[in-house]
């Protein structure tokens, strides 16, 4: 049985500056395979390199009235020892030297912040992946708080196929299969296809991962993710298709659908009794990718026989 997916990379990651400026180079193109730390854009430094000249001449303010305030506490030691000068006075020029230390740290620190916005004016690609679209050009003005992105990142050597499935069929897929927890059984479900927006079936097999753990109220859904290995990247994230769900089935009865026909969502064969008398008969019939044929799982026993050709027209009871 086939279910629409929704096809996404195991890690899609958003762009985004951390400081405000003008783009001012795009170093890779949409579409493009970049590695972790590539360079992907380049922001004009000029106000942030005039920021660190700033934040280091405050520094070097800062280093001069530590060293004033040090030569102030040498000067001020002799006079209290011979007592010149009151003990008060050198507290006074050790505040100052505090205080001094102080604005130098914060010196510092302000140069520390104004190098690192230096380096975020260069932003790199966290991880491997394919670049997605640019939705600001060379010469836009970005901040952290743009509404889209710069562009996307997604690494797409494994997809994941996002898809849902009724409660009915989720239970017909678990059952039977071994395993204590539901995620012990989705281990033991056999590999699973995808099948492709134009029919075709991808030529790597996927694995079903997990299951919501919660059936949607309003849809009676469970939604259920299985992963295809993409090493060459022919799958993109954002693209669809149908997973495609091996059911095993033993035992059971196989007829014509053409042998059927189906009335408000039942199924219905006429069957053939033993007076050579058909008789309009309602079967439960398993529906999926069997080309020509029903798997019937209640209504019919072996050796029952049904119209199969013409069965338009007939009426019940008919010999």
């Known amino acids: 049985k086939d279910f629409p997916a929704t096809l996404q990379g195991e890690q899609t990651v958003e762009i985004r500056p951390r400081i405000s400026g003008y783009n001012e180079e795009i170093r ?5 395979y970049v590695k972790k730390g590539q360079i992907l854009f380049r922001l004009n430094s000029n106000d942030i390199q005039a920021q660190v000249r700033s934040a280091e001449a405050q520094v070097k303010v800062a280093e001069s009235q530590v060293a004033t305030a040090k030569i102030n506490i040498e000067k001020t030691k002799p006079l209290v020892e011979k007592d010149i000068i009151s003990p008060f006075q050198l507290e006074i020029v050790e505040t100052a030297l505090q205080a001094a230390e102080a604005q130098l740290a914060q010196a510092n620190a302000n140069l520390a912040n104004a190098k690192a916005n230096l380096q975020y004016t260069i932003i790199t690609s966290p991880t491997d992946g394919v670049i997605g679209t640019f939705p600001y050009r060379v010469g836009s003005l970005v901040s952290s708080s743009i509404a889209e992105p710069l562009t996307t990142v997604s690494n797409t050597t494994s997809m994941l196929a996002y898809f849902s499935m009724n409660e009915t069929d989720f239970f017909r897929l678990t059952h039977g299969i071994e395993g204590k927890t539901t995620l012990e ?18 030529e790597r097999k996927g694995k079903v991962e997990t299951a919501s753990g919660i059936v949607d ?23 669809s298709g149908r997973v495609r769900l091996p059911e095993n089935l033993k035992n059971v009865l196989l007829i014509p659908q053409k042998a059927s026909y189906e009335i ?11 007076d050579n008398k058909i008789v309009n008969t309602v079967i439960d019939v398993v529906s999926g990718n069997l080309k020509d044929v029903y798997v019937v799982t209640s209504g019919l026993k072996a050796g029952d ?7 338009s027209g007939l009426r019940n009871g008919m010999e």
């Open 185 to 202: 059984k989705l281990e033991s479900l056999p590999e699973v296809e995808l099948v492709l927006p134009d029919n075709s079936i991808y």
């Open 264 to 274: 408000q969502g039942k199924h219905f064969v006429y069957l053939v009794d033993n």
């Open 217 to 239: 109220t309003q849809t009676g859904a469970v939604n259920i993710r299985a992963s295809f290995p993409n090493p060459d990247g022919y799958l993109r994230s954002g693209g």
């Open 28 to 32: 890779v193109d949409e579409g493009a």
């Open 305 to 311: 026989k049904i119209v199969v050709e013409g069965i």
